[in-house]
């Protein structure tokens, strides 16, 4: 017995090859879309690593020395790198026991190249210091040791306008992680927003907003703590 059509609605008889590629190509585009939305919830979680081979090809080492005067890191550096507007960057000065936030009134980029000196680095610079105590300091530490050891390859999430934020510790393998424009409620956001803060209270000398951020900094350690260790920071 011949089997009857089946009709669509349309009363148009269905296909099942075509069906069954139309089925196809909907789930192609929602495992794309999954994967999309892995790589970006991963990316939130964590940073991504830059090897210190890397270093070298970044200049990373010419734009803390001849950018902003820094020729060597005593405990880290947190360096932000907008596309459009100037850069500036958190460490701390161990001769002075103070964190040193240093803002640039132009592009590093053109200093280095054009091979500015010293005293015209100096005019270029604004330079803000806030004493804070050494157990401050080992927590900040601490964090970005947090940081860079849970960073991973796979939560590179980049761009092409936009801010990237890196947190630098001087060690011998994996010596910075990055992160770029991250949301403001993910692990990485929660981190860049303190480190914001950090540097508005050393602009405005504000020591009592530089230390209610010392619990939030060892809370958001544990967090980074809590994640699998991708990389070790020795």
């Known amino acids: 017995m011949e089997q009857e059509p089946i ?9 099942p090859p075509m069906h069954t590629a139309s089925l196809i190509m909907k789930r192609i585009v929602l495992c794309v879309v999954l994967i999309i939305l892995a790589n970006s919830a991963a990316a939130q979680r964590r940073m991504c690593p830059i090897p210190k081979a890397n270093l070298k090809e970044n200049k990373f080492d010419k ?14 550096v947190y360096l932000v790198e907008p596309s459009f507007t100037t850069e500036y960057c958190l460490t701390y000065d161990s001769i002075n026991q103070s964190l040193l936030l240093c803002k640039s009134k132009s592009k590093i980029g053109y200093a280095i190249w054009n091979g500015e000196s010293k005293k015209a ?23 970005f040791c947090a940081i860079i050891s849970s960073a991973s390859p796979d939560s590179r999430r980049s761009g092409f306008d936009g801010t990237s934020y890196l947190f630098y510790l001087p060690t011998d393998i994996y010596t910075v992680a990055d992160v770029w424009e991250p949301y403001e409620n993910s692990n990485c956001g929660r981190a860049v927003r ?17 230390e209610q951020l010392r619990e939030e900094i060892i809370a958001l350690t544990a967090v980074f703590r809590s994640l699998p260790t991708v990389f070790y920071v020795h």
Do not use: W
């Open 194 to 210: 303190l480190m914001e803060r950090l540097c508005e209270a050393v602009e405005k000398q504000d020591k009592a907003a530089a």
């Open 7 to 15: 009709l669509n609605a349309h009363n148009k008889e269905e296909y």
């Open 121 to 143: 680095r100096k005019k270029r610079l604004s330079t803000y210091r806030l004493p804070v105590d050494e157990a401050y300091v080992d927590s900040l530490q601490s964090m």
């Open 63 to 76: 734009r803390l020395s001849l950018g902003f005067g820094i020729e060597s890191a005593y405990k880290f």
